[in-house]
């Protein structure tokens, strides 16, 4: 590895924990409205991993076919990466 590809890969490393820091940032410092309450009944999607093949709980309606889409397509990447079909450096 050439120390441009690994600068390269530094920062992006540090450019996806700097969207994720802004992200959760926004989502904490977002205003609420006066008359927004809890309605006490929550939905939510999570994925759990084990190698390959993800388990998708409480997957309701387009966000769990994304989630499953992208998951599929992650260890797909990772899959041919790893035996070495698809090169990501030159």
Same mark, same amino acid.
Do not use: D, H, Q
């Given at each position: 590895?050439?120390?441009?590809?690994? /600068?390269?890969?530094?920062?992006?490393?540090?450019?996806?924990?700097? *969207?994720?820091?802004?992200?959760?940032?926004?989502? /904490?410092?977002?205003?609420?409205?006066?008359?927004?309450?809890?309605?006490?009944?929550?939905?939510?999607?999570? #994925?759990?991993?084990?190698?390959?093949?993800?388990?998708?709980?409480?997957? *309701?309606?387009?966000?769990?076919?994304?989630? #499953?889409?992208?998951?599929?397509?992650?260890?797909? *990447?990772?899959?041919? #990466?790893?035996?070495? #079909?698809?090169?990501?450096?030159?």
């Amino acid at each position: 590895m050439t120390a441009a590809e690994a /600068l390269l890969l530094m920062l992006s490393i540090f450019a996806g924990f700097l *969207l994720v820091f802004l992200g959760l940032a926004l989502l /904490l410092l977002r205003p609420r409205g006066e008359g927004e309450e809890a309605k006490g009944e929550a939905k939510g999607v999570g #994925v759990i991993l084990i190698g390959p093949v993800p388990i998708v709980l409480r997957g *309701l309606g387009a966000r769990a076919v994304a989630i #499953v889409a992208a998951v599929f397509l992650l260890s797909l *990447l990772l899959f041919l #990466v790893l035996s070495g #079909v698809v090169s990501l450096g030159s």
